[in-house]
């Protein structure tokens, strides 16, 4: 009961705190207003080497502690046993679904005409089970294997999860759709769930595959405790400074628009911890970074992925950034790249808040790796 409570604060704040920031700063809310978006108008778009300038160094100077902890302490002989299992059978389905994916995502034949603009979900279901076989041949054990009731609510969340995004995305424009197909509003709140159903899944598998790296995990298994960081007090500090994000987007899009990548992040965090709920940061209090910056690296590794796949895609996505729409990586700035690891984080969160329905609430997979044989 608590947790539907939580997702309906969750969610009213979301959809509301925007708009009621543009009626108290006495603005109209963004033209044609829905619950269920895909926006074909594109934003406004411009490049400033300064701000550029400024955020790759602040970018820069943030992922440096990072980065040092992992190269001078990630000199770690792996155990043979993670190579001692061979790749299933089921990856090697995948592998061929996913290349065959890619070839008809990318080609133009007559004859796959009318699935041409679905491509999408076919490759990240083929991806998901390839990082799950991946994981299996290196731990013995997967989400798809020993949590499929887990893996299937996570489809099912990362679809009202991401057009949350959609419906933010009204009031900043920061991407676009190109080359929609026609359908009528049913057939495309279906077939447009369908492809957002794959976001989480694919986070979390690729979260677990990471957690089988004792070369990427070990450093940040014991680093710099943050005690003070996880209590209500600061909880209620997040949830007010997510909240204000929220309603400041609107206002001021073309500055305020990384909000909309950590404000969400703020909420969910600041209301687990309101609530005292076990959070999967809860562990940076005595020194575990390791979810953070796993699921950090698991969203910039999709994110990669996403990025390739959809830049030759009939239907696409594109993106319309202030400031910093230069030295693209495919269609995105490669400074957008940034707001993937936020976005890691938030996935993990909403996963976590998954589990609560579980019978028994677990710990995903990757959380257990200490006990993966030396």
């Given at each position: 009961?608590?947790?539907?409570?939580?997702?309906?604060?969750?969610?009213?704040?979301?959809?509301?705190?925007?708009?009621?920031?543009?009626?108290?700063?006495?603005?109209?809310?963004?033209?044609?207003?829905?619950?269920?978006?895909?926006?074909?108008?594109?934003?406004?778009?411009?490049?400033?080497?300064?701000?550029?300038?400024?955020?790759?160094?602040?970018?820069?100077?943030?992922?440096?502690?990072?980065?040092?902890?992992?190269?001078?302490?990630?000199?770690?002989?792996?155990?043979?046993?993670?190579?001692?299992?061979?790749?299933?059978?089921?990856?090697?389905?995948?592998?061929?679904?996913?290349?065959?994916?890619?070839?008809?995502?990318?080609?133009?034949?007559?004859?796959?005409?009318?699935?041409?603009?679905?491509?999408?979900?076919?490759?990240?279901?083929?991806?998901?089970?390839?990082?799950?076989?991946?994981t299996f041949q290196?731990?013995?054990?997967?989400?798809?294997?020993?949590?499929?009731?887990?893996?299937?609510?996570?489809?099912?969340?990362?679809?009202?999860?991401?057009?949350?995004?959609?419906?933010?995305?009204?009031?900043?424009?920061?991407?676009?759709?190109?080359?929609?197909?026609?359908?009528?509003?049913?057939?495309?709140?279906?077939?447009?769930?369908?492809?957002?159903?794959?976001?989480?899944?694919?986070?979390?598998?690729?979260?677990?595959?990471?957690?089988?790296?004792?070369?990427?995990?070990?450093?940040?298994?014991?680093?710099?405790?943050?005690?003070?960081?996880?209590?209500?007090?600061?909880?209620?500090?997040?949830?007010?400074?997510?909240?204000?994000?929220?309603g400041l987007i609107?206002?001021?899009?073309?500055?305020?628009?990384?909000?909309?990548?950590?404000?969400?992040?703020?909420?969910?965090?600041?209301?687990?911890?309101?609530?005292?709920?076990?959070?999967?940061?809860?562990?940076?209090?005595?020194?575990?970074?390791?979810?953070?910056?796993?699921?950090?690296?698991?969203?910039?590794?999709?994110?990669?992925?996403?990025?390739?796949?959809?830049?030759?895609?009939?239907?696409?996505?594109?993106?319309?950034?202030?400031?910093?729409?230069?030295?693209?990586?495919?269609?995105?700035?490669?400074?957008?790249?940034?707001?993937?690891?936020?976005?890691?984080?938030?996935?993990?969160?909403?996963?976590?808040c998954a589990m609560?329905?579980?019978?028994?609430?677990?710990?995903?997979?990757?959380?257990?790796?200490?006990?993966?044989?030396?």
């Amino acid at each position: 009961m608590l947790t539907i409570v939580y997702f309906g604060i969750l969610l009213t704040l979301m959809l509301s705190l925007p708009v009621f920031g543009l009626f108290i700063a006495g603005y109209a809310p963004p033209p044609h207003l829905t619950l269920f978006p895909i926006s074909a108008e594109p934003g406004e778009s411009s490049i400033s080497w300064l701000v550029c300038g400024i955020l790759a160094i602040f970018i820069t100077t943030s992922l440096t502690p990072i980065l040092c902890r992992f190269f001078k302490n990630s000199i770690i002989t792996e155990p043979e046993s993670f190579h001692s299992m061979r790749f299933p059978w089921w990856g090697w389905i995948a592998l061929l679904w996913v290349a065959s994916s890619w070839m008809l995502a990318w080609s133009r034949f007559s004859w796959f005409q009318t699935w041409q603009p679905h491509t999408f979900p076919l490759l990240w279901f083929g991806y998901i089970v390839v990082l799950n076989a991946l994981t299996f041949q290196r731990s013995g054990q997967c989400l798809l294997l020993h949590k499929p009731r887990l893996l299937v609510q996570l489809f099912f969340l990362s679809a009202g999860f991401w057009w949350a995004f959609e419906y933010l995305n009204q009031f900043v424009k920061n991407w676009h759709y190109v080359y929609l197909p026609d359908m009528s509003i049913v057939e495309y709140i279906f077939h447009t769930s369908i492809a957002f159903s794959t976001v989480l899944p694919a986070v979390l598998s690729t979260y677990e595959w990471l957690g089988t790296f004792p070369r990427l995990t070990r450093p940040f298994e014991s680093w710099h405790p943050i005690s003070w960081s996880l209590s209500p007090k600061t909880g209620g500090m997040l949830l007010a400074l997510g909240s204000i994000g929220l309603g400041l987007i609107g206002i001021w899009p073309m500055i305020l628009f990384p909000l909309l990548w950590i404000s969400p992040l703020c909420l969910l965090l600041g209301i687990q911890l309101i609530q005292k709920k076990h959070v999967s940061f809860v562990g940076v209090g005595r020194g575990d970074w390791r979810p953070v910056i796993l699921s950090a690296l698991a969203a910039l590794l999709c994110g990669f992925w996403w990025e390739l796949w959809n830049v030759h895609s009939l239907s696409h996505w594109e993106y319309t950034i202030p400031y910093v729409h230069a030295l693209k990586l495919f269609e995105m700035p490669i400074l957008g790249y940034a707001g993937y690891l936020p976005f890691g984080m938030t996935c993990l969160l909403i996963a976590e808040c998954a589990m609560f329905f579980q019978p028994k609430p677990q710990q995903l997979l990757s959380l257990s790796i200490n006990k993966i044989p030396e």
